[in-house]
T-cell receptor, first 113, second 115 residues
Framework: NAGVTQTPKFRVLKTGQSMTLLCAQDMNHEYMYWYRQDPGMGLRLIHY???????AKGEVPDGYNVSRLKKQNFLLGLESAAPSQTSVYFCASSTQGVGYGYTFGSGTRLTVV | AQSVSQHNHHVILSEAASLELGCNYSYGGTVNLFWYVQYPGQHLQLLLKYFSGDPLVKGIKGFEAEFIKSKFSFNLRKPSVQWSDTAEYFC?????????????FGAGTRLAVHP
């Protein structure tokens, strides 16, 4: 029962480098989300997806792109990393039914130097 | 704009003390309400949730929360905290309609419980 799996767990990037964070869920959830967590700011929604092949912008989408080619996977890309993107990134998934909570991944700690 | 406000950023208590963490939200429609907990180095875990019905909800580990609609509040309580409750606590709101289950989080409250 893996739930939501994020890879990698840690990463250090140089400014301007690119990378992709992978989120995989095995619960057949329709909805998936990417959040970033910063001290004193809680979690802020970057992008989300309500189904395979669909994505939408959240609260803080600038500098990020996402793709959901398969229902179980939701990828978050940074095309040109900036120090302001140093954060902990959490992926989550949810069923389509209204009111259900999320299942969170264990997070990716990204440092951009 | 929708927002969630948690009044206390840091709380320090001794074991056996009572806990109340405040949470207020700003949203015109009906909502589902959640409290999540994040233990050091771990991901968020659901403590409790309110969808409808009895405004006093009980969660895991002895936590409870009360929804007061007129005050747009959903405060978290525990009668007697333990050292193992040291964690960060997040209140979150989910609009019931048109939101694709998007959660709006508060900034969090760090709780430190001393033996």
């Amino acid at each position: 029962n893996a739930g939501v799996t994020q890879t990698p767990k840690f990463r250090v990037l140089k400014t301007g480098q690119s990378m992709t964070l992978l989120c995989a869920q095995d619960m057949n959830h329709e909805y998936m989300y990417w959040y970033r967590q910063d001290p004193g700011m809680g979690l802020r929604l970057i992008h989300y997806s309500v189904g395979e092949g669909t994505t939408a912008k959240g609260e803080v989408p600038d500098g990020y792109n996402v793709s959901r080619l398969k229902k179980q996977n939701f990828l978050l890309g940074l095309e040109s990393a900036a120090p302001s993107q140093t954060s902990v990134y959490f992926c989550a998934s949810s069923t389509q039914g209204v009111g259900y909570g999320y299942t969170f991944g264990s997070g990716t700690r990204l440092t951009v130097v | 704009a929708q927002s969630v406000s948690q009044h206390n950023h840091h709380v320090i208590l001794s074991e056996a003390a009572s806990l109340e963490l405040g949470c207020n939200y700003s949203y015109g429609g009906t909502v589902n309400l959640f409290w999540y907990v994040q233990y050091p180095g771990q991901h968020l875990q659901l403590l409790l949730k309110y969808f409808s019905g009895d405004p006093l909800v009980k969660g895991i580990k002895g936590f409870e929360a009360e929804f007061i609609k007129s005050k747009f509040s959903f405060n978290l309580r525990k009668p007697s905290v333990q050292w193992s409750d040291t964690a960060e606590y997040f209140c979150a709101v989910m609009p019931k309609s048109g939101g694709y289950n998007k959660l709006i989080f508060g900034a969090g409250t760090r709780l430190a419980v001393h033996p």
